[in-house]
């Protein structure tokens, strides 16, 4: 017996299905999965249609019953079963290819938030999340069971509710955990809830993440984002003036993007040079609306899986080429920039210098060297003949690049 779950899953119940699974769970599958076991095992008198929130074929048709309500009390769910996992496997995986051994944890449930881009969405709206005395015994079971040297809080928003930050440092003193976590987390709550930053560092975070998309205030305004420029630049020195490592996940391609847009998402970089960046497309995702915007430009391939990296899937601001050449030149002046400002302080110690020190020098020389010959190819890629988005019978596309109503009275009652 097959059975699915997850966003994808849920987002294209037919197409599993008739490849092959059984069942899929719609949403958040512990509670359905509970009680189709039981069913499955002969140990429940219900039928399949008592069960909430399953799909599966019935004479060739897809039937789906009514869906349950979103789990509020996610610390009623146990720990995940990593005694099922061959942990050892794992371990020897990450020491391999990264040094170290890290494992994952998963803090909520839902985002409150409204970018346009996301599948978060599909999933409501409501946003629940674990006790910080939860997690930290969590945290506390898996150092004490399997003694990782890492977590990586998989959190698209951890922390968010006020007083969440510093209640779990007070708690993760409390159970004794000493494990170094990575987490995602918004600029504008960076900002808004100064206690966070001291929060954060107190409870061993090494590493936020932000989703600070694009360095030009319009194209975050047409995402519907709802953060500005002004509070990525803000989050990003508050954090690494605490001691914390920064990372920035950059999207580019989202419609009416520009060459200056693009220039003002670098100049970001640049200007704030984090310690890491994570580089994509903006990929248009089933059930959010900017899918909805772009249908009618995308080609017979429409799911992300479908996709190559970096590869457009709709008829974007310019063509595929064009976003991989991107992606080199960003990559070769962040890290020439971030090794330039590593070796910086051993200029006038030359007796501290050591191989690997010789090394990064010469691939600075390289980056920067490369650097001309690759924006020129950028360049000409950004003229080559690429057709335009056509415009949409619902909605012209210079009009997806504008922000919603909505957001526009948010961001001035903000200001004022």
């Known amino acids: 017996t097959v059975i ?3 966003s994808d899953a849920t987002d294209h119940t037919a197409a599993y299905l008739q490849a092959g699974a059984d069942f899929i769970l ?14 499955l095992d002969g140990r429940a008198t219900t039928t399949l249609t008592d069960i909430r929130s399953l799909a599966y074929l019935e004479n060739g048709a897809v039937q789906q019953t009514m869906r349950r309500p979103v789990l509020a009390q ?42 346009n881009w996301c599948a978060k969405p599909i999933w409501g709206q409501r946003y629940h999340a674990r006790s910080p005395q939860n997690v930290a015994a969590e945290m506390r079971w898996l150092q004490d069971h399997y003694q990782p040297d890492h977590i990586w809080f998989a959190d698209d928003i951890m922390g968010l509710k006020p007083g969440w930050w510093p209640e779990f440092a007070a708690a993760v003193a409390e159970q004794g955990v000493t494990l170094p976590f990575k987490c995602l987390s918004r600029a504008d709550l960076i900002v808004r809830q100064a206690e966070n930053v001291s929060a954060l560092r107190r409870a061993g975070c090494e590493t936020v993440w932000i989703g600070a998309e694009s360095g030009s205030q319009k194209i975050l305004d047409a995402m519907e984002k709802g953060t500005t420029v002004a509070q990525i630049r803000t989050a990003a020195q508050q954090l690494q003036a605490a001691g914390m490592r920064v990372g ?27 310690d890491d960046i994570g580089i994509s497309v903006s990929y248009p995702l089933p059930g959010t609306r900017f899918y909805e915007r772009v249908q009618t430009q995308l080609g017979p391939q429409q799911n992300w899986i479908d996709s190559a990296d970096l590869a457009m899937m709709y008829e974007g601001p310019f063509p595929t080429a064009f976003y991989r050449q991107l992606h080199t030149v960003v990559h070769k002046e962040f890290r020439a920039r971030r090794s330039w400002q590593a070796l910086r302080p051993l200029l006038g110690r030359p007796t501290q210098w050591r ?31 690429h057709r335009p988005p056509p415009s949409l019978p619902h909605m012209p596309l210079r009009e997806a690049a504008e922000p919603s109503p909505q957001l526009e009275a948010e961001r001035v009652a903000h200001a004022d």
């Open 74 to 115: 996610v610390d009623e769910l146990p720990f995940p079963a990593w005694d099922l996992v061959d942990v050892e496997r794992y371990r020897q995986i990450w020491l391999e290819h990264h040094g170290y051994y890290s494992m994952n944890m998963v803090t909520t449930r839902g985002c409150p938030y409204h970018c």
């Open 355 to 385: 191989l690997a020190h010789l090394r990064e020098a010469a691939a600075i020389m390289y980056r920067w060297l490369s650097l001309p010959l690759a924006r020129y190819r950028l360049n000409r890629l950004a003229t080559e003949p």
């Open 4 to 6: 699915l779950c997850g």
């Open 248 to 274: 920035f996940f950059l999207q580019f391609g989202y419609p009416g993007e520009t060459r200056a847009d693009i220039e003002q998402t670098l100049q970001l970089v640049r200007d704030c040079l984090p």
């Open 26 to 39: 719609l949403g958040e599958g512990e509670e359905t999965l509970v009680e189709l076991l039981a069913y």
